[in-house]
């Protein structure tokens, strides 16, 4: 077990060896480094074994100035570059805990928002309290976003903080600041192969995907960068979006009511384009059927890109394409036999057996889409 010295007890326990493995991402952060190190250095090493591990995804000099700073560092320093990133920060974070081998990790910015004199209190907070996850929070009492410059930036966080609460309540039960970088967690409590990381808002990955761990939270003043600039922007927000959307469609019937709603926003296109095709005098019968590409076209894009990107399996995309369009037009063929069928077989009258026939060939669309675009 591992113990924070002064808040042990009766004394008795003896922290192991490389009892937390600080996981660091970097992306361009040489100007960061021997300030990061330095404080480590002066508030971990003494009170908790640890090393730290970066994983790196830089252009710039960073990997080569850890490595050189790290000579003079008296615990073990190791970079992960990766030469191919995926998932961003959160899949370099993800890369960190799947190669950890201390029974907890801390994860850490590189550019000194995240105070490294915390870390220590982090570890021995769950150690305590018997958490399997311990967040650091700015939403506590004595907390605060000091380094969060700029109001568009502090609202932002608040909207992305109350989205995810709402959307997550039950697995995000305890934790005040599910979008915080900065947080412990026992190595036992994660399966690396169930996270599908998708950029900046890793805890809410982690707590999402995981369920039920045992949490606990520490407040913490989120400071000014040290050097450098953020490299969050729009494009990091909308990536945000797909990640709620991902997260909240992990589940089948989750995902055929997002599918539905897709199918929904489909009818925008089709119209548009119907329009613009009958006022070329094209016949409204082969423009319908025009039309209704230009809805698929558009279902498909917002399908791969939103529902099923970590779904893609081994198909190419033209494959995919091909089974989509042929799916999604079957969709049309299938549905007069199949209100005739219903008509004459159960005896429906028109309006019912029509909504059944629509109901029924959302379902066969959803679930063939499922098993026969997007299977394993
Ligand atoms: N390896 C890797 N790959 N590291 C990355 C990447 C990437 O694609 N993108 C960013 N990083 C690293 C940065 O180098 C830095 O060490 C850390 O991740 C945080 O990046 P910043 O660009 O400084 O993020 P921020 O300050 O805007 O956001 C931080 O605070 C937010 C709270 O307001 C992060 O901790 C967010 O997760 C947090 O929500
Ligand atoms: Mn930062």
Redesign the pocket.
């Known amino acids: 077990m591992t113990v924070h010295p002064e808040t042990e007890l009766d004394g008795a326990e003896v922290p192991e060896p490389g009892a937390v493995t600080i996981v660091?991402?970097?992306?361009?952060?040489q100007d960061?480094i021997a300030e990061l190190l330095y404080r480590v250095t002066e508030s971990v090493p003494h009170r908790l074994p640890c090393e730290v591990l970066f994983?790196?995804?830089?252009t710039d000099e960073t990997p080569r100035v850890i490595r050189e700073i790290a000579q003079d560092c008296p615990f073990p320093v190791t970079v992960l570059h990766?030469d191919e990133?995926t998932g961003?920060?959160g899949?370099?974070v993800v890369a960190g805990i799947r190669a950890a081998t201390s029974d907890w990790v801390v994860v850490m910015?590189?550019?000194l928002?995240?105070p490294p004199s915390l870390v220590p209190e982090l570890v021995a907070t769950g150690e305590q309290e018997g958490a399997q996850l311990v967040v650091a929070s700015r939403y506590l009492p004595g907390g605060s976003?000091a380094g969060?410059s700029g109001g568009h930036?502090v609202a932002v966080?608040r909207a992305s903080t109350w989205l995810a609460k709402g959307l997550f309540p039950r697995a995000l039960r305890g934790i005040s600041d599910p979008?915080?970088?900065?947080f412990a967690i026992r190595r036992a409590a994660v399966h690396p192969d169930a996270l599908k990381p998708l950029g900046?808002?890793?805890?809410l990955e982690l707590a999402v995907r995981t369920g039920r761990l045992s949490v606990a939270e520490v407040p913490f003043v989120?400071q000014e960068?040290h050097a450098g600039?953020?490299?969050?922007g729009l494009r990091e927000g909308l990536r945000y979006l797909r990640h709620l959307v991902e997260l909240r469609t992990a589940a089948p019937l989750a995902r055929m009511l997002v599918f539905g709603l897709i199918g929904l926003t489909g009818f925008v296109p089709n119209l548009l384009a119907l329009s613009a095709l009958t006022h070329t005098g094209l016949h409204y019968l082969p423009a319908e059927v025009l039309a209704n590409q230009a809805g698929v076209a558009w279902n498909f894009l917002l399908i791969e890109g939103l529902l099923f990107r970590t779904r893609r399996g081994h198909r190419h995309w033209a494959d995919r394409t091909a089974r989509f369009a042929l799916l999604a037009n079957a969709d049309l063929v299938l549905r007069i036999p199949l209100i005739a069928l219903f008509v004459r077989e159960l005896g429906l009258a028109v309006l019912p057996a029509t909504a059944l026939a629509l109901v029924t060939t959302f379902v066969l669309r959803f679930a063939g889409t499922e098993a026969l675009v997007y299977a394993k």
Do not use: C
């Open positions: 660091v991402p970097t992306f361009n952060e960061n994983v790196d995804d830089s990766r990133p961003g920060l899949g370099a910015d590189g550019d928002q995240h976003r969060l930036r966080s979008m915080s970088g900065f900046y808002k890793i805890l989120f960068r600039e953020s490299k969050s």
